[in-house]
């Protein structure tokens, strides 16, 4: 499956929407609007506000991210925000500076 | 989850934009695009940007190579070459220095290779980013095309390395009927005049001409 994929060295400033998975390995800054997962990985940077159904940040976001579903800090994950989603998990190891609000 | 799932999509540094995606704004990098979506605005690569069947860029475009099987509506500056596949559709400029348009492809625009009186004369074995063997099989145009990229010599010597056997047959038959109006014509005459008019066919032909248009 042709799953979209923003590579190591891809810088994208603008706005990016869709109804599949993106996976950023690269750098995004603007808006990004998914009614799927978005994946920041660990080389990831994300300047942008997020509305997606899921989320799973190991690199850098900066922004704020609504969710529909579920928002997930990973260990390696850096994010400076606010975070509305109905779940929210922040793993040990994550650094995060932001609200939370988990009303549905 | 993510790690399990991301190799099977993309091994190395490509990268996919997927075919319900869409990006508006700026993009740059330094490894090959893959659009199968939409991406509206600017792309600038020092790589390949391939535009696949599904996919639609609406941009200035700034790349080394591309590969066109989708849509591009706007200009596309490339440092190597631009290839329109057989199932690719363009709108715009392209500006680069080998420019490939095969059968079956749509464009519209304007084509600039740069200084062509000092081009040095290309290989046959000049490296394409990619051939694709796919979109070439229906080039009976090829002998045609020179004259959209306006530079004859360019087709003739990047097809063999393509599609080497295919290629003789076609010119063969091309080439043919050139030669072939000029022994028929004494062959036709001949019967009509004596032996010795041979030495003057062309005279005797003028005049069945004009008999023909009376």
Redesign the interface.
């Known amino acids: 499956?042709?799953?979209?994929?923003?590579?190591?060295?891809?810088?994208?400033?603008?706005?990016?929407?869709?109804?599949?998975?993106?996976?950023i390995r690269?750098t995004v800054k603007?808006k990004i609007a998914l009614s799927a997962s978005l994946?920041v990985?660990n080389s990831g940077t994300v300047e942008a506000d997020i509305e997606t159904k899921n989320v799973?940040v190991?690199g850098n976001v900066t922004g704020n991210i609504t969710s529909t579903e579920r928002v997930e800090l990973k260990s390696d994950g850096r994010m400076v925000g606010d975070i509305k989603a109905p779940r929210i998990l922040i793993a040990d190891g994550a650094v995060f500076k932001g609200n939370v609000d988990m009303e549905r | 989850?993510?790690t399990a799932?991301?190799p099977t999509?993309?091994s190395d540094?490509?990268?996919?934009?997927?075919?319900?995606?869409?990006?508006?704004?700026?993009?740059?990098?330094?490894?090959d695009?893959h659009v199968?979506?939409r991406v509206e605005?600017r792309v600038d690569l020092?790589r390949t940007l391939v535009v696949a069947q599904s996919g639609i860029v609406k941009a200035e475009v700034s790349v080394k190579n591309a590969v066109i099987s989708g849509v591009v509506v706007g200009n596309i500056h490339a440092s190597e070459s631009v290839e329109i596949t057989r199932e690719g559709r363009m709108v715009g400029d392209i500006f680069s220095p080998r420019i490939i348009i095969v059968d079956g492809a749509s464009f519209r625009g304007n084509v600039d290779m740069g200084d062509i009186a000092n081009m040095p004369a290309r290989k046959p074995s000049a490296e394409r980013p990619r051939p694709t063997p796919v979109a070439r099989p229906a080039a009976p145009v090829a002998p045609a095309r020179p004259a959209v990229t306006a530079k004859p010599g360019a087709k003739p010597a990047l097809a063999p390395a393509a599609k080497a056997p295919e290629k003789p047959a076609e010119r063969a038959p091309e080439k043919a009927p050139e030669k072939a109006p000029e022994p028929t014509r004494p062959a036709t005459v001949t019967p009509l005049e004596p032996p010795a008019a041979k030495g003057l066919p062309q005279k005797a032909q003028k005049t069945r001409v004009i008999v023909k248009r009376k």
């Open positions: 499956m042709a799953n979209t994929v923003i590579g190591n060295t891809i810088v994208i400033d603008g706005e990016i929407s869709g109804d599949e998975d993106l996976t690269g603007g994946i990985e799973e190991s | 989850m993510a799932r991301t999509t993309s540094g490509a990268t996919i934009i997927g075919e319900s995606v869409h990006i508006r704004g700026q993009l740059n990098g330094g490894e695009l199968l979506g605005g020092e």
